[in-house]
């Protein structure tokens, strides 16, 4: 079955740090292709967190969250992180991780094609 499966949500206080993982089934393969880190807080549009490219590293990311957080390729295969440092209340949201129509990163929604099913973050003292 084709699918991404992203863990490592938590509730976590102000200033705190995450690590989100977002794994690939054997069949839906990530090398070549870009990877994003999108979240969605209630009542709000999905917005892009993060992308990295696989093919040559090359990393985007959203103007809310640069400086705080890490987009990286796993240690294992089909693996990309996303290292969340300094949370902020206004980070709480679930993140999903997409793979990419495409090698580019890119912080577009429509430049994605295969969706995860998401992991809650929430940040609160």
């Known amino acids: 079955q084709v699918q991404l499966v992203e863990s490592g949500g938590d509730l976590v206080q102000p200033g705190g740090s995450l690590r989100l993982s977002c794994v690939a089934s054997?069949?839906?393969?990530?090398?070549?292709?870009?990877v994003g880190w999108f979240r969605e807080a209630p009542g709000k549009e999905r917005e892009a967190v993060a992308s990295?490219?696989?093919?040559?590293?090359?990393?985007l990311y959203g103007d809310s969250v640069k400086g705080r957080f890490a987009i990286s390729r796993g240690s294992t295969r089909n693996t990309v992180l996303l290292q969340m440092n300094s949370l902020k209340p206004e980070d709480t949201a679930v993140y999903y991780c997409?793979?990419?129509?495409?090698?580019?990163?890119?912080?577009?929604?429509?430049?994605?094609?295969?969706w995860g099913q998401g992991t809650q973050v929430t940040v609160s003292s």
């Open positions: 997409a793979r990419a129509r495409t090698s580019y990163a890119s912080l577009r929604r429509s430049g994605y094609e295969y």
């Open positions: 054997p069949e839906l393969i990530l090398d070549g292709y870009g």
């Open positions: 990295i490219s696989l093919t040559t590293g090359l990393r």
